[in-house]
């Protein structure tokens, strides 16, 4: 049975950081690319960051560029999104996805594997 979790939200000030956790079990990440994504309340999700399976690459939205950093360690079947000088509005629910893409053209993220259940993220003082 493949089972997706999310680890890591919570509650942080402005300008805090937090570190998601995306674990996997029955489904092995390692040859695809992981990514996360996040959908606040009334609007659309939407992707925040990809990573390749070989590490060689790595996507970020715009809005998340120098704030956040994705990781993956496959000896773990796991991947990390590390984020930095969060701000009110990252405040969503973060989705891992498994097999994600990211159209440069379009500046579009897609997924096509697997989802997890979200963790929420709250950025309030």
């Known amino acids: 049975q493949v089972q997706v979790v999310e680890s890591g939200g919570g509650l942080v000030q402005p300008g805090g950081s937090l570190r998601l956790s995306c674990a996997a079990s029955g489904f092995s990440l390692d040859q695809y690319a992981i990514g996360w994504f996040r959908q606040a309340p009334g609007k659309e999700r939407e992707g925040v960051s990809c990573i390749s399976s070989s590490e060689n690459s790595t996507y970020y939205a715009d809005s998340v560029k120098g704030r956040f950093t994705i990781s993956r360690d496959n000896a773990k079947n796991s991947v990390y999104l590390q984020m930095n000088s969060l701000k009110p509005e990252d405040t969503a629910v973060y989705y891992c996805?498994?097999?994600?893409?990211?159209?440069?053209?379009?500046?579009?993220?897609?997924?096509?594997?697997?989802w997890g259940q979200g963790t929420q993220v709250t950025v309030s003082s």
């Open positions: 996805a498994t097999d994600c893409d990211y159209y440069s053209d379009y500046d579009v993220f897609a997924n096509f594997g697997y």
